[in-house]
């Protein structure tokens, strides 16, 4: 599979677990409606954890235009690709730093999180050549 074509399924694969449901049950509510719901407080670790999860549908949105428009990305193919994977690993990595078990954070997210990890770690991990 060249490049491209993977680039583009990865892509809709980071827009569309945007979109999944967040939680383990299907009634749970979307990263979307992570963001779209009310704040609370406004420390800026805060507002990284409610507005960070933009980054991957933008990133997705922007890899899928890159990879139709001839493989002509800005700023790098490289740049999006890594973006959605470091913010899902901020939000697993940062609960941790304050004493939360890892199992624990891994059995509350759902397939929403759990598709757009995988397409983010292979976007990442994964370059093929140009066709």
Known sequence: ???????????????????????????????????????????????????????????????????LNKEQYAPARIFWALLPLLFLLYFVIRPVTDGVEITEILKLVGIGFYVMLAGALVLAVYHPKKA
């Open 1 to 67: 599979m060249n490049r491209k074509v993977l680039t583009i399924i990865l892509a809709v694969l980071l827009i569309a677990g945007f979109f999944l449901p967040f939680g383990q049950s299907f009634e749970s509510g979307s990263a979307f409606d992570i963001v779209q719901g009310p704040g609370s407080g406004s420390d800026i670790e805060v507002m990284i954890m409610k507005y960070g999860w933009l980054l991957i549908p933008v990133s997705g949105l922007a890899l899928l235009i890159g990879a």
